[in-house]
């Protein structure tokens, strides 16, 4: 190699060692500006952190601990009174029609027809029995009938009716 091919490979290698520092340099005070900075937190992290450690219950002692007990136990009452369905109604052929149709129409899962011959074996039950295994749920040989039709929010007087209005439709 020629003396000038030194020079320039000598010149040219301090010009990439310089670079290479240069790069580690930046790198470094890089990670140090990030360190630095404060992040304002995600407001959703922050929500489901707070969701996570909010206590489960509370603890009621003495008469203040009875008065707020009482008050959760009204606004439990008045949320579940909220949550009737079908605003309530103890009309057994709109919840029929709106709910069990579905099932007591077609025979879907088992389920008695609207006809003598497929009521019958179990309007012979009696309608307590009847309004027990509506309210409850019933799995029997013939098929399976899910709580309160499969929709929690119907009181038990609303399945009672409507199960009366089924057995007095019968055709």
């Not at 008065?67 to 369905?85: D, F, H, L, P």
């Amino acid at each position: 190699m020629r003396n000038y091919d030194l020079d320039f490979l000598k010149k040219f290698s301090m010009v990439i060692g310089f670079l290479a520092a240069l790069t580690v340099i930046l790198i470094l005070f890089a990670h140090y500006l990030q360190g630095t900075l404060v992040h304002d937190p995600d407001p959703r992290v922050a929500q489901r952190t707070l969701g996570r450690i909010a206590p489960a219950g509370a603890v009621y002692a003495g008469q203040t601990g009875a008065a707020a007990q009482a008050a959760a136990v009204a606004a439990a009452a008045s949320k579940a009174a909220a949550n009737v369905a079908y605003d309530g109604t103890l009309d057994g052929s709109v919840i029929f029609n709106q709910l069990c149709t579905g099932c007591h129409t077609s025979g879907a899962g088992g389920a008695p027809t609207m006809t003598a011959a497929g009521m019958g074996a179990r309007a012979a039950k009696g309608a307590e029995t009847l309004h027990k295994h509506a309210i409850e749920g019933f799995t029997g040989d013939a098929g399976v009938m899910p709580p309160k039709g499969g929709n929690p929010s119907l009181t038990d007087e609303q399945v009672k009716a409507t199960v009366d209005w089924m057995l007095a439709n019968v055709k």
